[in-house]
Each structure stands twice: as structure tokens, then as C-alpha cells.
């Protein structure tokens, strides 16, 4: 067997791993960990770990990479700044932690940037620059795509979507906002709503079940919430003028029929800007864009690096 790389993605609610063949760029094998909300960082960081031992042991070629994307900010030493949806989890130096339970050195990325480089790389059948990924999932994420590369700002904190305002008198996010997307149309906030609202639900997929019966509360929650969704997208298109926009995550890859209807509602919004016809699909990788990103990152890593070292040994 050649070496290997492993790609993680760390959502709100689970951590998805997948261990990839880096010379013929092929799935061996994936695992999904559930993380409740009360799990601790180190707890989930030893379950990983636990996964990364197993697979090296049982196969021939090293795990010569390791690439993650969180669904928190985090600094560039590794360290978690703000997680919304694991607030236990801010100044948890995950990168260093990693580290010490493997010995093995990581690669850290935003969830969505991951995304958004896994449905370029691998998802899309040509090239489009550029490129809005937006994912829907327990929380609400996005990532420019310029030129083959995600585009991270000045601090590294782009893509923000789920934390823009759609409604200044609303109430706070955990972080430190008002009003934002997430607390609206993420599926904890569908969840969270039909729980206020006396449905008899347990997850947000119970809430899109209930309105494809014929709920009339749930198809409320469902209605608004995809409604401030495509308001979000629409000023994101505003703003940075894609090619086409992909919508992934895991609302999206269960309840593909109700998130298609986005594209015409976004197109509506938009009016008769120029951008009123921009194409707007779903994710051809599904739940496995993330992991797909950290295959395309790590390889793009290694060839930075042999490019490096066949330059010190033309010097």
C-alpha cells in the first residue's frame, strides 16, 4: 500500500473521519463519531485518535497527513477562539492536543473552506471561479473559491454566513450577535423552533418529515427558515458575484427535494440585477465534500513541499 492521508471534519454534532490512498486518491475507508453537546474536547480528541491508530496499525503504508476543518474559529497556533455551537469548547487548543494523543502533526481549515475545496476539486465537472459553497448542516457556513483556492480574509475569518444579521431585533447568538442566519435556518435552529413551538420533534429532521405530512406548523418553521436562507445567499451573491453557488451539508444531503426549491427563490430576490440568473445547485459530494477537501488540501500541501525540496536540491 502507498502512504496515506486521513481528513476529518468536525461539524456541530459529529465528527465524520476518512483515510484516503494519497497515490491513487482513493476512499479506504470512512467512520462517523457522534458528539452529543455536552462532550468534552479531550473525550472527542482520544475517540480520533482511537480511529487514526486502528487504521495505521491495519495497513501496510504511514499516514503521512492529517487535515481538519472545524466548525469553530480557530487561531493560527490550533486554538479554538469562538465555537457557537460548542461554546464548552473556546480556548481548547485542538491542534496541540491532536498532536500530543497521535504524534502526528495536523493541517487545520474551517469546516466550510474544506467543503468547498472538495466539491471544486472532485465534485464539480469544470472549474468555476468563482465559487460560493454554502453548507447547511447544525450550523450555517460558507467559502469563496477564487482561483482554485478559498479565500480567508484578512484574520482568516471569511465565509461567515450564518453569522450575518437578517434581523436586528432578534435574539442573541452565542456569538455575541443578533439576529443571525444560524439561529434561523440551521438545523438546530428548525429543531429549536418546532420545540418552542409544542411540535412532537427530537431533531430537524423530524420538522421537515412533519411538514411533508401536511403539519401546517411545521411547514411554517420550514417555509421561514428557507426563506431567510435564501436571503442570506442572495446578498452573498450580491456582494461577491459567483459563477454558480453549490449548497451542501447535512440538512441538504437528507432533504435534497426542499433545498432545491433555493435556486428560484434566490433568483426572485435578486430581481434584475446581473447576477439574477446565477446557477444555484446542490452538493455532488453530499456529507463527503469536507473529507474530499482535506484529500484535496493535503495533497496540494505535499506538493508545496516537494516543489521546496527539488528546489534545495537545484540550488
Known sequence: MTEALVSIDMGGSAARLAIFDS????????????????????????????????????????IHTVAAGLAGLHDASGTIITWPNRPAWN???????????????????????LAAMGEYRFGLTYPVNPLLYVVVGTG??????????????????????????????????????????????????????????????????????????????ARIIIHNSLRLLAIGIANAVRLFDPVSVVIGGGMVSRFPEVYRSLEKTIQLILGTLPQKNVQVSLSVLGDDAALWGGLAYGLQQVSIKNKEMEGVHNE
Not at 30 to 50: D, M
Open 23 to 62: 497515490g491513487n486518491m482513493t476512499l479506504e475507508d470512512s467512520v462517523k463519531i457522534e458528539l452529543g453537546a455536552e462532550t468534552e474536547p479531550l473525550e472527542a480528541v482520544a475517540q480520533i485518535a482511537s480511529v487514526i491508530a486502528s487504521w495505521e496499525q491495519n495497513r501496510e503504508g504511514a
Open 140 to 217: 450555517i457556513g460558507s467559502a469563496l473559491v477564487l482561483q482554485g483556492d478559498v479565500y480567508k480574509g484578512a484574520r482568516g475569518a471569511s465565509g461567515e454566513l450564518g453569522h450575518i444579521t437578517v434581523d436586528p431585533n432578534g435574539e442573541r447568538c452565542p456569538c455575541g450577535g443578533f439576529g443571525c442566519l444560524q439561529l434561523y435556518a440551521s438545523g438546530r435552529a428548525i429543531e429549536r423552533m418546532a420545540m418552542a413551538a409544542g411540535l412532537p420533534v427530537t431533531t430537524a429532521g423530524d420538522v421537515f418529515r412533519l411538514s411533508a405530512h401536511g403539519n401546517e406548523a
Open 91 to 113: 480556548g481548547f487548543p485542538f491542534r496541540e492536543a491532536f498532536t500530543s494523543a497521535t504524534g502526528k502533526p495536523l493541517i487545520l481549515f474551517d469546516d466550510a473552506n
